[in-house]
């Protein structure tokens, strides 16, 4: 043993076929030690499970629901690439993840999307985030030259910033379809996440609307 009274020990583990299925799948180690001039003996057992389990995945940032016009998007990512199957040998399991998606009712066609942001955000300042909106056009009447995009911030159920951007409806005859960037202020001592509030109310009086949460760093309020 070296001075801390340790020792580590390299074995081959091609000597112990770790891949045939045929296999207890279990790698067992026993040592023993011997002290010198009082002929102590101590010894210990252990045990580590072999798996074929690589890596496990499963989907991220993403909704359950789609929005039709609206791109969807996710986080999943694992090997592409299979290895080639051999008779007697454990497979290599890289993990698979399924998301059942379901299409987001709307009785008018119109959708906001509050895009999240996979990242944590910092406990000051102000971070941008994107709404993409589909506004039908049988929904901008006559007369309307704009519509509201209001949004609200909440840390901890209670709102702590609001306001309204303009969007303007230049073409009538074709459905609305863009982006629009909020600026939402960060502040430090509040909470590890907050959540925004995106809505409009269209001119028959429907409100379509979206959520999102963020993460935040945790700050102190006084530097």
């Known amino acids: 043993l070296d001075r801390s009274g340790c020792d580590t020990i390299e074995v ?15 790698l067992k180690g026993e040592a023993s030690i011997t002290e010198d001039g009082t002929g102590i003996e101590l010894s210990t057992v252990s045990q580590a499970a072999i798996s074929n389990v690589i890596s496990k995945v499963s989907f991220v940032d993403a909704d359950s629901n789609y929005k039709s016009g609206i791109p969807f998007s996710g986080l999943a990512r694992t090997n592409l690439q299979d290895q080639p199957y051999v008779y007697g040998n454990i497979v290599p399991d890289y993990g698979k993840a399924n998301l059942n998606l379901k299409p987001f009712y709307s009785r008018n066609k119109s959708f906001l999307k509050l895009h999240s942001l996979d990242k944590v955000l910092p406990c000051e300042g102000q971070q941008e985030v994107q709404v993409e909106y589909i506004i039908k056009h049988t929904e901008l009447k006559n007369g309307i030259d704009h519509f509201d995009l209001h949004y609200l911030v909440t840390f901890k159920g209670s ?12 073409n009538k005859n074709e459905d609305l379809h863009g982006k629009a960037t909020l600026k ?7 909470s590890s996440t ?3 509030l995106v809505y409009t109310i269209l001119p028959d009086g429907d409100i379509v609307a979206d959520s999102a949460k963020y993460r935040i760093q945790q700050c102190l309020q006084n530097k």
């Open 12 to 26: 081959n583990s091609t000597v112990y076929k770790m891949r045939n299925d045929n296999m207890e799948r279990v």
């Open 159 to 170: 709102v702590q910033d609001y306001g309204s951007l303009e969007i303007s409806t230049e």
């Open 184 to 190: 939402l202020p960060l502040s430090a001592g509040t």
């Open 194 to 196: 907050f959540r925004a």
